[in-house]
């Protein structure tokens, strides 16, 4: 009995664990970015939102990531690369060296990493206007609430 229970312990120990709760999340983004400004959640809510069309699983997709002159710095990649498990190391995450279109502060393409269909995100430059003062006026787990309740900061479409 004291065997199987020591496996079980073991076993779900070796499960690969992700950050679930919004202060897992804080904690995560700030320790991967440096800081946890509003931008960080945002890409979390990309992320997430990803996975869940795509239902993938850890390390199983593709992220592009175009960036505009406009944006202040590629926050949002860092927030898509841990709720995606996209990284640079492993190649799956790559940060273009074209721009996004104008009028968007940042263009992201997720697909799975042994291709197939996946998902355009689009942030607006309009986004930037709300994301901003929430970095002045709230903390950061007040950001991450406010960023997942927010509506309209990106659009979604599917590509082939």
Known sequence: MIRLLLAAVLAVGAVPTKAETPDEWVALGARVHGGFGAFIPLGIKIGLDAVD???AQPRTL???YYDSDSSPCACFADGIAIATYASVGQRSLTIAS?????G????????????????RYAIP???????????KTFRPRERYDAVMAMDGLFQVEAVP
């Open 104 to 119: 968007t502060a940042a263009v992201v393409f997720i697909r799975p990493r042994k291709g197939g269909a996946g998902f």
């Open 53 to 55: 069309r795509l239902k």
């Open 98 to 102: 074209e721009k996004a279109p104008p």
């Open 125 to 135: 430059m309009a986004a930037l206007g709300k994301l901003g003062p929430m970095n």
């Open 62 to 64: 593709a992220v592009t």
